[in-house]
């Protein structure tokens, strides 16, 4: 089977997800616990997806970039239309929105010591705009993850709106599942390095390597303002690409506080 830990228990992690669109409510811990136990070794994707799930709640809670502060690793910097820049700078001077964005990651792709993970998925804002991000995650010296890397942006164009539900409608709702992709570990020699890409100009492309070297991601600000991130992680002798995120200039900076970024 590919994906290592593959898809997880779709049911839990429909009412875990879930629980980052209700308001005032937190996720169910017992459901998040009982998912972690079945999942073997260090490299568990949903302890990624309970850290989503954690960094949605205290948006909602506690305010919007409040949220984005506390779950910031050091060094961490968000990918905004102009390029990266710093946790601090990019939330300096900003308030809190009355309320949040809400967020689901879709993929998750960690590397085989579990200390590196890339999330990929969906997100709404309160004005109903929607769009994509990659998020990396790094664990910390205590176990905890915080994200190092951060990029998002809207649809372009945006779909069109859902039908609004009428008396009498029945509704049929999707069990939202987690792609998990567990990078295999080393069975002795060395990993083979990833495929070899373009270094790009200073400022404008980067990519990085877990400490295990089972798991490489990267990010490129391009020329006509093209935003691009990508996750590689290496599986039975090969490197693999997890996902990859482009995103559209939308004809101008975003504005932080309503957009994502």
């Avoid at 937190?26 to 309970?50: D, E, F, H, K």
């Avoid at 001077?93 to 967020?103: F, H, K, M, V």
């Avoid at 004005?127 to 790094?138: A, L, S």
């Avoid at 779909?159 to 570990?185: F, H, M, N, Q, Y």
Wanted: aromatic share 8%; net charge neutral; glycine share 10%.
């Amino acid at each position: 089977m590919r994906y290592g830990a593959a898809l997880l228990m779709a049911g839990a992690l429909a009412a875990t997800l879930a629980a980052c669109a209700a308001p005032r409510r937190g996720p169910p811990t017992a459901v998040i616990n009982r998912v972690l136990a079945r999942a073997p070794g260090a490299a568990q994707p949903s302890t990624i997806v309970a850290a989503e799930i954690a960094f949605a709640r205290a948006a909602r809670e506690q305010g919007q970039w409040t949220a984005f502060r506390a779950f910031a690793a050091p060094g961490a910097v968000i990918h905004t239309a102009s390029g990266p820049v710093p946790i601090g700078t990019f939330v300096s001077g900003q308030s809190d929105p009355a309320e949040a964005l809400q967020r689901e990651p879709r993929a998750v792709a960690i590397s085989c010591d579990g200390a590196l993970a890339v999330s990929q998925g969906r997100y709404r804002d309160p004005d109903g705009t929607v769009g994509n991000f990659v998020t990396v995650w790094e664990r910390q010296s205590d176990g905890q993850y915080r994200y190092g890397f951060d990029v998002a942006g809207p649809d372009v164009p945006q779909p069109p709106p859902r039908k609004p539900i009428e008396d009498g409608d029945i509704v049929v709702t999707s069990i939202d599942s987690v792609l998990g992709l567990v990078a295999s570990c080393p069975r002795g020699g060395e990993i083979p390095p990833p495929p070899a890409i373009p270094i790009g100009e200073d400022g404008k492309a980067d990519a990085r390597l877990s400490r295990d070297g089972t798991l490489r991601w990267r990010w490129e600000q391009r020329e006509d303002g093209m935003r691009y991130a990508s996750a590689e992680y290496f599986y039975e002798g090969r490197w693999l690409i997890a996902f990859e995120q482009s995103l559209i200039p939308t004809g101008g900076q975003l504005r932080a506080a309503d957009d994502r970024h």
